[in-house]
């Protein structure tokens, strides 16, 4: 899967996406250092193991780099940044039963602001799945030669790179 890479001047403003979700009883906040192990439960009963990994790091970060979309105190989706590699979004999703609500995309919008609140220009999103909702979405464009990228893993690589590991 491809990296795409995302303006960050032009993204579209968060609060019409945080006010269509408060219509549908759904709130989108960052998350809470004493959340962790209900939200990772959640990663990894919906997703992967390695996504409920990757977002203990945003949990590290300060202020924690992970929102949450909460639908009458249960988790329905997350997403994260900052955790892979500095600038990168992701890992992010919605339970299966909220998709196509605008529940990722508030999730999304969310994380990018937050990347560019941090003060960067431009954010990349790693891995991606869904290429032309990030595209319709956030302006996003693929970047190319960019697979595997940083989501090689070189602990089952059978041609890992070699030199030294790049920072993280």
């Known amino acids: 899967m491809s990296d795409m890479l995302v303006n960050l001047l032009k993204l579209p403003p968060l609060e019409p996406a945080l006010e269509a979700m408060r219509r549908a ?6 998350a809470a250092p004493y959340e962790i192990t209900r939200v990772r ?4 009963q919906h997703f992967t193991t390695y996504w409920a990994d990757e977002i203990s790091v945003g949990y590290a970060n300060k ?14 989706g997350f997403s994260a940044y900052e955790c892979t590699r500095r600038g990168f979004f992701g890992p992010t999703g919605v339970a299966d039963s909220e998709r196509g609500r605008g529940v990722g995309k508030a999730l999304l919008l969310a994380s990018l602001h937050g990347l560019a609140q941090m003060g960067y220009a431009y954010g990349i999103i790693g ?3 869904p290429a032309e ?3 319709r ?24 790179r070699s030199g030294p590991e ?3």
């Open 25 to 30: 009883s759904v709130v989108v906040r960052r």
């Open 41 to 44: 439960r959640f990663v990894e």
């Open 63 to 76: 202020p924690v780099s992970v929102y949450l979309a909460i639908r009458g105190g249960e988790v329905i």
């Open 127 to 129: 891995g991606v799945g």
């Open 133 to 135: 909702f990030y595209a």
């Open 137 to 160: 979405t956030v302006g996003a464009t693929l970047i190319p030669d960019s697979t595997p990228g940083v989501y090689a893993d070189p602990l089952t690589d059978p041609a890992p």
């Open 166 to 168: 790049p920072p993280r």
